[in-house]
């Protein structure tokens, strides 16, 4: 994956400030507060921004779990994430980026969905008696 994505975001400190300011928005968002109720949200942030800068093509290790695994039993229907994914470009525009860049990193993330969002029937549900 090519360096420039990441450098044209605004590389570390940019994405660092993206993801606090994401969190602080969806902990005010009824739609998705909910999910982080109980999780350690230092934690969750020093992996998320792990994760997003090497989605962007930064060198940046990324040591947490698969989204898969990770986002298992949370529950993520396609509205939390749309309104995740709205609340980083909301945020990304707040720091300056531009809208073309901002595009190209929703395109990134988009590709994620099916790693996030619980396949539905799943949810509440118990499979091996349905
Ligand atoms: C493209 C979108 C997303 C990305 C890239 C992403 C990324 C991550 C990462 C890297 C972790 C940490 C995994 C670990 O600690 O091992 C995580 C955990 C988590 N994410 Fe997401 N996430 C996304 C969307 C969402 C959405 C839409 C929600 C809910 C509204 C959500 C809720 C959570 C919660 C609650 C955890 C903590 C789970 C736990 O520790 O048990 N995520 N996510």
Redesign the pocket.
Known sequence: MDQSLYAAVGGRDVVAEAVRRLYDR?LTDPV?AG??VD?DLR??RG??QA??AG?LGGEVEYD??D?RT??A??H?TDD??DR??SHLVDTLGALGCEPDVTDEVVVR?AA?RDQ?VTPIGTVGRDLGNA
């Open positions: 969806m998705v999910a982080f999780v934690r969750l992996h998320m994760f997003l989605s947490g779990r989204l990770a986002h039993s949370v993520i939390m994430f995740t994914v993330l994620l996030v």
